[in-house]
């Protein structure tokens, strides 16, 4: 039903605008989202770093396979989908109270970056929350969405609006 749903959705300005700041900083951009969707890929993204993982991949709960595109959606199959090895197959997503993927990456990029952002999120959900005070007062801190986030004090800077229209704007004074 996930995927169902997700494969109606279209990436929005906002999307598009981090996908064109890509292409003009390229591996300088590290765009990390907590979304399972690929919108951003869909805007034209080619780097970006999934925590919470990928709606539209599956991988084996067992064994080492690399997780695959999978969009095939399910309507309640009699029986869970089995790998080779005899593992069930899962969604490639980071359910509640599991790990996220890659924070060894996304720390290292926290830890090196100069302008830390965050767009439309709540400022609640954990790891991520905290990624704005591990940049402490030495990155610019940038936030963009609809309301203040739940850690507000945490960055430097707020601007409320739809994130398509206010990242148009913040990205055209970056040239």
Not at 41 to 55: D, F, K, N, Y
Not at 100 to 124: H, K, N, Q, Y
């Amino acid at each position: 039903m996930r995927r169902r749903v997700a494969s109606s959705a279209k990436p929005n300005p906002a999307h598009f605008s981090l996908a064109k700041l890509e292409q003009r900083l390229e591996d300088r951009l590290f765009l990390c989202t907590q979304n399972v969707d690929d919108l951003h890929e869909q805007a034209g993204s080619m780097r970006v770093i999934h925590m919470h993982g990928e709606l539209f991949k599956s991988r084996c709960e067992w064994c080492s396979r690399p997780p695959f595109r999978d969009t095939q959606t399910y309507d309640l199959p009699a029986e869970i989908p089995r790998c080779e090895c005899g593992g069930r197959i899962r969604p490639h997503i980071c359910w509640f109270g599991e790990v996220p993927f890659e924070l060894d990456r996304i720390f290292g990029a926290l830890d090196e970056c100069t302008m830390f952002m965050a767009v439309g999120t709540s400022g609640v959900v954990e790891p991520a929350a905290s990624f704005v005070a591990h940049v402490g007062g030495r990155a610019r801190a940038i936030y963009v969405g609809l309301e203040e986030p739940a850690n507000r004090s945490s960055f430097t800077e707020c601007h409320l609006g739809k994130a398509g229209e206010v990242l148009r704007k913040l990205f055209a004074q970056t040239t």
